[in-house]
């Protein structure tokens, strides 16, 4: 178990920067988010601390030992990949054991292991399979079974979960997250999902177009997103997000709508942003124009227009409007977050 | 002795209905056996001829007036006889055996490192390399045979078999090269990152990731070699002066030829014979052939 330290660490692929210097601290035995849309950097990082890819500028240390020239071998880590990578001419069981085979381990000690993987990850009746024979979730757990027999000091993923179907996902993203929590072992995961992100994570890292927006906590995250990106990222449905001015008493949308202020607000205030589920249904609130009412069962989803701006709220209570009908709402204002012109939160 | 294909290329055709969904059967027929039978007719023929001549006596064979030229009355061993005890051909086919595999297993070897450099290392100038190597197989054999006469005499390999060893690679290690950098292209890089990552080095991945899942791949390069190697014709009749040292495509025609008397049943005997070693060699490789040609590594 490690540490990892990955300090202005930039990528260049011939004349294209890929990534302008990226600062991220992980302290052993933390599990780590790296989130953000696709292109932006995030498996290109995880494949320079991995070794896969040499590093243009910067420095990465895993375990306070700078790795910038060590191979990957001799890295320490194990890597999930995307589409398994499993080795479809061997079994299961010489998959989870090549790494040791190779290591030139006694063959009582790679049973040993490979059989303690297979109980801990359900596969002690698979093992004789070969990946052609086996389920999405099977290969997927096969993967991690390669990676935990090597008692790595880093875990990496890379999007691990993105080939399986729904149901599954949400069953293996709790199984790695436990399996993560057993062994405590330091750990780098890489998803284009934010629910993924903020339910697995001790620590996400958002990025977008190699850079780091915001790192922290997933409900630090939610709760106190630095910037518009991240504003709109984190959460789901998204941060209603509306540009506008101070103005006449309150925040005067661009659509014409306005809406009620925190007391103390900054006059500077150019994007005003409320979550869906941070708008309550109110008789004395703003008036709109339902446009589209999704139930969920648990909760409604409204589309509102409120001038021409168009803002969705998310209500526990089942709304019986129909489109064009009126409804009033109010956000909550200890939950408004405003942003300057600069799109950075106003404090 | 191209005739030896026949025998794959009806293996390959012959799969095809159980992929396509046809109505009815009528249709079917005219469609797909109709041709079938067509395509056959005119591979196989010469194979028939061929094996019709071998045993066919003398007499009838000189005498068509009386003698129905697609069919033999009596069958007679007498030109194998006469190949097998009274000529080299034994010996013959020996030496081409010899070449065959050698050059074969020569030039398999380096294309496979050439490839395996060429597309996984990616090295300064690797695609530069690569063109080269294909420029060298355009090449044609009938120009390259005489600087590469004079090398074969200074390295006094001249009449030996290494001279056709050693040369046949020229033409072999650029094909095979390319096949083998397509296949190896269809084996997802992932599995060698993995590796990589799991603590193994370049040979051992080679060795133990690499070649096992491009073993279809390296079979049908080894029927190509082996099948190009067993026809060449070019070089052998160059390089190879000795009658005991002759391979059997240029033996047969040199020797077997008496002045302007063509020993016809010698001749097709010792064609016939020659074939069989590829066509069998063929019919134990066909589906990892077929495999590699149509698909690549799954799962
Ligand atoms: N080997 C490469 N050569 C050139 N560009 C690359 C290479 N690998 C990735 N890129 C580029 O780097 C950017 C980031 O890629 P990646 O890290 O895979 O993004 P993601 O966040 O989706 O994982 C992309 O724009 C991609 O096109
Ligand atoms: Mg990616």
Do not use: A, I
């Given at each position: 178990m490690a540490t990892v330290s990955v300090r202005q660490a930039k990528k260049v692929f011939g004349s294209t920067k890929i990534l302008h210097g990226v600062d991220v601290e992980i302290a052993d035995g933390e599990f780590v988010v790296l989130v953000g849309p696709s292109g932006c950097g995030k498996s290109t990082l995880l494949r320079m601390i991995a070794g896969l890819e040499n590093i243009s500028g910067g420095e990465i240390a895993i375990g306070g030992r700078v790795v910038n020239n060590v191979p990957p071998k001799d890295r320490d880590i194990a890597m999930v990949f995307q589409n398994y990578a499993?080795?479809?001419?061997?079994t299961v069981r010489e998959n989870m054991a090549f790494s040791m085979k190779l290591a030139k381990a006694p063959a009582d000690v790679m049973e040993e292991e490979v059989k303690r993987a297979a109980k801990i990850l359900g596969l002690d009746a698979l093992l004789d399979r070969y990946p052609r024979q086996l389920s999405g979730g099977q290969r997927q757990r096969v993967a991690m079974g390669r990676a935990i027999?090597?008692?790595?000091q880093v875990f990496l993923f890379d999007e691990?979960?993105?080939?399986?179907?729904a149901k599954l996902r949400v069953q293996m993203r709790s199984e790695i997250k436990e399996l993560q929590q057993r062994l405590a072992t330091t750990t780098i995961y890489v998803t284009h999902d934010q629910i993924e992100a903020m339910t697995m994570a001790d620590q996400i890292v958002v990025m977008n177009g190699g850079r780091i927006e915001q790192a922290g906590a997933p409900l630090a995250l939610y709760d106190r997103p630095a910037n518009l990106f991240v504003a709109g990222f984190i959460g789901s449905p998204a941060m209603n997000l509306l540009p506008g001015r101070v103005a006449d008493g309150g925040f005067r949308t661009d659509g014409g709508a306005l809406l009620p202020l925190p007391p103390g607000a900054n006059a500077q205030a150019a994007t005003y942003g409320i979550r869906p589920e941070h708008l309550m249904l109110a008789d004395d609130g703003v008036e709109g124009t339902i446009v589209l009412v999704e139930p969920t069962g648990s909760e409604t989803q409204v589309t509102l227009r409120i001038g021409e701006t168009q803002i969705i709220g998310a209500f526990r209570e089942r709304v019986q409007g129909r489109p064009g009908d009126l409804l009033r709402v109010a956000p909550d204002l200890s939950l408004v977050h405003l942003f300057g012109p600069d799109g950075n939160r106003l404090p | 002795m191209t005739d030896a294909a026949a025998a794959p290329q009806s293996n390959t055709a012959t799969a095809a209905p159980e992929m396509l969904s046809w109505d009815s059967k009528s249709r079917r027929v005219v469609m797909l056996y109709v041709p079938l039978a067509c395509f056959l007719l005119i591979l196989l023929f010469p194979f028939y001829w061929m094996t019709v001549t071998a045993f066919k006596p003398n007499a009838e064979l000189y005498d068509y007036a009386t003698h129905n030229p697609f069919w033999i009355t009596s069958p007679t061993l007498d030109h194998i006889r006469h190949l097998l005890f009274n000529t080299s051909y034994p010996h013959w086919l020996w030496t081409t055996m010899l070449v065959s595999i050698a050059a074969t297993f020569l030039s398999l070897l380096s294309s496979t490192l050439a490839a395996y450099a060429i597309q996984?290392?990616?090295?300064?100038g690797s695609q530069y390399v690569g063109l080269a190597i294909y420029l060298a197989y355009l090449v044609p054999p009938s120009i390259l045979f005489i600087p590469l006469a004079t090398m074969v005499v200074r390295l006094g390999?001249?009449?030996?078999?290494f001279a056709l060893i050693l040369t046949y690679?020229?033409?072999l290690v650029p094909f095979c090269t390319w096949l083998l950098i397509g296949y190896f292209k269809s084996i997802p890089y992932e599995l060698e990152e993995c590796a990589l990552i799991d603590g193994a080095s370049r040979l051992q991945i080679l060795r133990q990731i690499t070649l096992p899942l491009a073993i279809p791949g390296l079979i049908s390069a080894g029927i190509f070699s082996f099948t190009l190697s067993w026809n060449e014709f070019i070089y052998a009749l160059a390089f190879i002066q000795s009658s005991e040292n002759k391979t059997v495509p240029v033996a047969i025609l040199t020797e077997l030829v008496t002045g302007d008397v063509y020993q016809w049943g010698a001749l097709m005997a010792g064609s016939l014979l020659g074939s069989l070693p590829v066509a069998i060699f063929y019919s134990f490789f066909v589906d990892y052939y077929v495999s590699s040609l149509t698909g690549a590594v799954k799962e």
């Open positions: 499993l080795y479809p001419h061997m027999v090597r008692h790595p691990p979960l993105s080939n399986l179907d | 996984r290392l990616r090295f300064r390999l001249f009449d030996t078999p690679p020229t033409f």
